[in-house]
């Protein structure tokens, strides 16, 4: 029998069979044997020991699609990063960190802008026309007034998408939202294993409908661009991307450097002021750890 691990907690796997249910599952020795770790997300072979206990042993970890290190999850098909318009107010340097660290991982991402009720028109429409000249998808929605929830839901459909934004952006209401027609069987897990006020702590994966899942993960307030040399860094704004070999310069980073494709498309109103400025001054804080490590 196949299935997905949507939550792991204690040595116990519990695995989402679509149309039979969810199975409580041990992992086989062999997995410690060849250091393989299941993770939530993966997409396994269980055996079933008792099918009126929905219990059973992980048998096989079918091949990945990719691998999250933070936070450690398999098959991640996108990401869905919540900001609101409204209260509190945006933080970009962070969405573009956010935006980066999925670059890095190959990961199509979601910009959901919640609260839009609190914004007016103008303001919106900035906000969307800079992120969708970047090539990203861009919904603006109300949790309180449940507007654009369908729109999210058509998105997710299918997928095993991870969640993620700052606290107070609204999060918990649209997963809330998203989660009404299903009955997360957390209950029944934590009646299991008695442990149910430990669980926050582990990452799981939310049913909302067949074959789509999504990933909860802790609000996040600061994100560091990891494991990159500041020439890099080019290759993770679509937008600049998109001029790599078209400057006078090879290998141009887009900052001091004469004759550049990039300053010309920002000075044109092609690619956004902002994000050039957050790339500078990304490009300026990776420059100076470069400095702090030799």
């Known amino acids: 029998m196949q299935g997905k691990i949507i939550k792991g907690i204690a040595g116990f796997y519990y695995v989402d069979v679509v149309e039979s249910g969810i199975y409580e599952c041990k992992a086989k020795g062999i997995f410690r044997k060849e250091k393989m770790k299941p993770l939530v997300g993966d997409n396994v072979k269980i055996e079933v020991l008792d099918p009126s206990a929905m219990t059973g042993n992980l048998v096989q970890i079918l091949p990945r699609v990719n691998q999250l290190i933070r936070p450690a999850a398999a098959n991640v ?3 869905l990063v919540i900001f609101a318009v409204r209260q509190p107010e945006p933080n970009f340097g962070l969405l573009d960190r956010f935006l980066i660290a999925m670059e890095q991982q190959d990961i199509p991402v979601i910009i959901c802008f919640n609260k839009k009720d609190l914004g007016n028109q103008e303001e919106l429409q900035k906000i969307c026309d800079i ?14 007034k449940e507007e654009g929830i369908e729109q999210i839901r058509e998105i997710l459909e299918g997928k095993t998408t991870v969640v993620a934004g700052p606290s107070g952006v609204g999060k918990s209401s649209i997963t809330n939202l998203l989660q009404e027609e299903v009955n997360m069987e957390t209950g029944e897990i934590s009646k299991k294993l008695k442990r149910g006020k430990h669980t926050t702590r582990h990452s799981q994966l939310l049913t909302v409908g067949a074959h789509t899942y999504l990933m909860d993960t802790p609000g996040f307030s600061s994100l560091f661009v990891e494991g990159m040399e500041k020439e890099e860094l080019r290759m993770y704004f679509p937008e600049i991307r998109r001029y790599e070999g078209e400057c006078r310069f090879q290998g141009c980073v887009h900052v001091n450097e004469p004759d550049c494709r990039v300053k010309a498309a920002v ?28």
Not at 267 to 294: A, D, F, M
């Open 77 to 79: 098909d996108q990401a």
């Open 131 to 144: 992120y969708e000249g970047c090539g990203y998808c861009v919904l603006t929605v109300s949790a309180e």
């Open 267 to 294: 000075e044109e109103g092609i690619i956004s002021s902002e994000r050039y400025e957050s790339y500078v001054s990304l490009y300026e804080e990776l420059k100076e750890k470069e400095k702090r490590r030799y």
